[in-house]
């Protein structure tokens, strides 16, 4: 049961890890605010991943809708 309640935090340290290197990535392009509510929408229409590939999933899918965004018009 304690293992349970540790595991969000665990998914959460992992997606805040997540931001804080697309900030370092993207940071020269947009605004860290941008960046945690991309990596946060990611977090949300991955909610039915398995936990254990969440994190890199979430990475992967916030780098690409970043990338895809950071194009000029």
């Known amino acids: 049961m ?3 309640l540790t595991r969000p ?3 959460d340290a992992a997606i805040d890890q ?3 290197r697309l900030t370092a990535e ?3 392009q947009l605004r860290p605010q941008v960046i945690g509510t991309v990596v946060r929408s990611c977090r949300r229409d991955l909610s039915g991943v398995p936990t254990t ?3 890199e999933l979430v990475e992967r899918l916030a780098r690409a ?3 895809s ?3 000029p018009a």
């Open 2 to 4: 304690t293992r349970a």
């Open 9 to 11: 935090s665990d998914e």
């Open 18 to 20: 997540a931001v804080v």
């Open 26 to 28: 993207f940071s020269h």
């Open 53 to 55: 590939a969440l994190p």
């Open 65 to 67: 809708r970043l990338q």
């Open 69 to 71: 965004e950071d194009r």
